[in-house]
């Protein structure tokens, strides 16, 4: 090495050209480093009815494989990557006792509670037993889910939050914050008797960009056919925009969830009825009155929809950089049993074929078609946002500041080579990049 | 072992933070350090002349003695507190000495590198932001907080400076220099630098860096001018690590309005971090927004301390001496106290 032969490196890829610009050192320049989510937070991994007694099913959240297995009732949720090799444990779950899961290639079989290794099947003597294991994910069921805690191998048990810090506001706790004249008190899927029903599916774009049309007032535009539009009537307003600098009110507070309420439906939002440029006026105004909030790591709650005293909630899971479990559910309370049968039958002839999957169908298609402008990342630097992209702005700051961390590309994972193989011959048979474990078939 | 013939040897025992300990040899003449490093443990060190302040230890039993014949930087505060340079330190009974990190820290060893210039920014009257990147197949690695020595062009000079980028960010090393009205390095940057220029650079150095045990305890940070550059690594570090970030008080300030700078990369910072504050002040003259006259020091109070509080000093010598007394006096431990002093040259 001297002074002579020194030569300049050369431009090394995408990222170290975009991270550190000092151009796009903004504000939420966290947020535009979470291509794979936030991590350290709670999300949804399964319906309770996806996993039942004894079953083991695997998932993908933040590009971290999880197993999960349920014994006795309870779930358990370990990392989906035997330290050994590296196949993923439920791809062919093999499990010999109640409280262990072995991997079926090689035997190294983990403890369910505490993650380490406790044996190997053909190798019960072997020095690293007993000294290694998975991490172990924080469970918890509530109204017919499973939540599982997403966490960085090195995040400490006691400094996991409680569920409640990851999921939206709850009424009537936070009716004076956030008065609510047109409706009761919206139903939480904490509530003692909260049923929720609804789907998960998987979608082609990133998180964040799912995440944003949850909560962006200036789509309805794409809404105006829609079914459940049309069968009760409704005339939607062409936009919706800030009237006043307090449109949008954000909690931060230490002990609870991190978020932004959206006044809509007051005098801080002005209906946009007409566009003379184009010669469009919408007369009789007549649309369901809602509200938006979203809190981190991106749960959307709609009060007041798709009916009275229902709430829909959002989530877009990151699964990859380019790829997000959608769920929807709606909530409502049903304290008998005749209720909670009303509810699922009009839950089934009703909200989802004409609400989760009619409506929220145009948010699907809409997320993809901005995916490209964003896939190589030039999309943060070149988008020019008007101002009813004030909501997924204050969004975008907030989920910057509070965020438990940002998931880093994960060691792999499939997904994170985009032209692998076997991406490659899974697209060619038909199956598209997913949610679940690819189990093999023997 | 050395033999040092007539004079007798005393057992100095080394704990490392973590418990790990080692016991050496030590003749009454030759130093802490040089046995150290004879006897193969590993004590961190630079200069070896009293000077950079990279092999400090704090004496815990014994009686370790520092040359009288050389001017070390160590501040009678610290003396007082126990600390040592173990480079100019010799043992005149049985000693027991504790260091500040871990057996392995000092596993990155120095080494030599060459840089390209990137960058030359001005960001205030008197300071430079200098960017730059490692040579095609040259490396450095470093932790948050230390330094590196940088040859001034067409010279034998080397200088010391602290990193303000992260390790995360290497092959790029920041540095934020202090540019003085003469000297041979502000000379270079003031009048002859120029994005392209080469500069060989040796590191990593120094014993003030971020500690890794202490995760959930309050963070005070002091910086007094470019003393800034390594709390920059250690914030931008502790935001791209794992885990639940502490609360952070970060306190600096420069002489004045013209020569402070970083204002809004700070504010950015609290931006991206809620557990983080800042105060910002100067020494005399006017002020604008939130900063106020006085210095770095002054903006803590008790409120500010907890018992569990870890600080880090770093800016000139009478800034450090004053934090110690200071901060000592508001109840933060000694062992939590983590000091750099910038001494412009």
């Known amino acids: 090495m001297s002074e002579i032969k020194a030569v ?29 989510g936030f991590i350290n937070h709670w999300y949804p991994a399964l319906f309770s009815e996806e996993l039942v007694e004894d079953q083991v099913e695997g998932v993908q959240i933040c590009g971290v494989q999880i197993v999960l297995r349920r014994v006795n009732g309870k779930v358990f949720a370990l990392k989906d990557q035997c330290i050994h090799r590296g196949v993923r444990l439920s791809s062919k779950p093999m499990c010999f006792t109640k409280e262990t899961i072995s991997c079926w290639y090689h035997g190294f079989t983990y403890n369910l509670e505490s993650g380490n290794l406790d044996t190997i099947v053909g190798n019960p003597d072997d020095k690293l ?3 290694t294991g998975l991490t172990t994910y924080p469970v918890e069921e509530v109204a017919g889910m499973i939540f599982v805690f997403v966490r960085d191998d090195d995040f ?14 709850r009424f009537p706790e936070w009716s004076e914050t956030f008065p609510h004249p047109l409706w009761p008190a919206t139903p939480s899927i904490l509530d003692e008797h909260a049923v929720a029903h609804g789907i998960h599916r998987t979608g082609e774009a990133n998180w964040r960009i799912a995440c944003e049309n949850g909560f962006d007032n200036a789509h309805i535009l794409v809404h105006k056919d829609n079914s459940i539009v049309q069968v009760n009537n409704w005339v939607l307003p062409l936009g919706i925009r800030p009237a006043s600098a307090d449109c949008i009110t954000t909690f931060e507070e230490d002990g609870g969830p991190k978020g932004l309420m959206q006044w809509l439906f007051t005098d801080r939002w002005d209906p946009v009825l007409e566009n003379k440029e184009l010669g469009i006026k919408v007369e009789g105004v007549n649309s369901r009155l809602y509200r938006t909030s979203v809190v981190l790591p991106g749960v959307l709650m709609v009060e007041n929809w798709p009916e009275e005293q229902l709430a829909q909630y959002e ?9 997000y479990e959608y769920w929807e559910i709606i909530v409502s309370n049903c304290a008998t049993e005749e209720e909670k049968t009303a509810f699922k039958y009009r839950y089934d002839r009703v909200f ?26 030039t999309g943060w630097d070149r988008e020019q946002l008007v101002d009813t992209d004030v909501s997924p702005i204050t969004w975008r700051k907030l989920s910057s500041k509070h965020n438990r961390g940002i998931a880093q590309p994960p060691p792999g994972v499939q997904g994170k080579v985009k032209a692998s193989s076997i991406r490659l011959k899974n697209l060619s048979s038909g199956r598209a990049p997913g949610y679940l474990v690819d189990k093999i078939d023997d | 072992m050395t033999d040092s013939g007539t004079l007798p040897s005393h057992r100095v025992n080394i704990e490392f933070l973590g418990g790990e300990s080692q016991t050496i040899s030590v003749a009454e003449d030759e130093s802490v350090l040089a046995a150290a490093k004879a006897q193969g443990v590993p004590i961190l060190h630079q200069c070896e002349s009293g000077s950079c302040g990279s092999c400090i230890v704090r004496l815990t039993s014994g009686e370790l003695v520092m040359r009288s014949d050389v001017a070390a930087s160590l501040l009678e505060s610290e003396r007082a507190a126990g600390m040592r ?5 010799n043992p005149k009974s049985d000693c027991n000495i504790e260091l500040e990190y871990a057996s392995d820290a000092a596993s990155l060893k120095p080494s030599k590198a060459v840089v390209f210039l990137d960058a030359i920014e001005w960001i205030a009257e008197d300071v430079v932001k200098l960017s730059t990147e490692l040579a095609e197949g040259d490396w450095l690695d470093f932790q948050p907080g230390q330094f590196v020595q940088l040859q001034v062009p067409g010279t034998d000079a080397y200088r010391r400076y602290s990193m303000s980028s992260t390790p995360a960010q290497i092959p790029k090393l920041e540095f934020l220099i202090r540019v003085l009205p003469d000297g041979v390095m502000s000379n270079y940057l003031r009048n002859e630098a120029k994005v392209d220029d080469t500069l060989m650079v040796e590191g990593p150095f120094g014993s003030f860096f971020l500690r890794d045990n202490a995760r959930r305890a309050p963070l005070l940070m002091i910086a007094g001018g470019t003393g800034l550059a390594p709390i920059m690594s250690m914030l931008d570090s502790i935001r791209g690590r794992s885990g639940l970030k502490p609360r952070i008080l970060v306190s600096f300030g420069c002489a004045s309005m013209d020569n402070l700078f970083y204002v809004d990369e700070l504010d950015l910072r609290k931006d991206w971090m809620a557990g983080l504050q800042t105060r910002i002040s100067v020494d005399r003259g006017r002020s604008e927004r939130d900063i106020v006259i006085g210095n770095p020091l002054q903006a803590i109070g008790v409120d500010d301390i907890t018992e569990d509080t870890v600080a880090y000093l770093c800016g000139p010598p009478p800034m450090i001496e004053a934090s110690y007394a200071h901060l000592s006096q508001l109840g933060v431990r000694a062992e939590n106290m983590h000091a750099e002093q910038f001494i412009p040259s």
């Not at chain 1, 490196?9 to 979470?34: F, L, V």
């Not at chain 1, 989530?315 to 790829?323: A, E, K, R």
């Not at chain 1, 989802?352 to 990342?377: I, K, S």
């Open chain 2, 85 to 89: 340079l173990a480079c100019i330190s």
């Open chain 1, 129 to 131: 037993i007993g000294t």
């Open chain 1, 315 to 323: 989530w877009y899971v990151p699964i990859t950089d380019d790829t």
């Open chain 1, 8 to 36: 300049r490196r050369r431009a090394n890829g995408e990222n170290s050209a975009r991270r550190n610009d000092a151009k796009t050192q903004s504000s939420y320049q966290p947020y535009i480093e979470a291509e794979w």
């Open chain 1, 352 to 377: 989802e074929p004409l609400c989760v999957r009619g409506f929220n169908d145009c948010d699907l298609y809409a997320r993809e078609a901005m995916q490209d402008f964003y896939a190589d990342g």
């Open chain 1, 156 to 169: 400490a048990d006691e400094d996991v939050p409680p569920l409640s810090h990851d999921l939206p506001i």
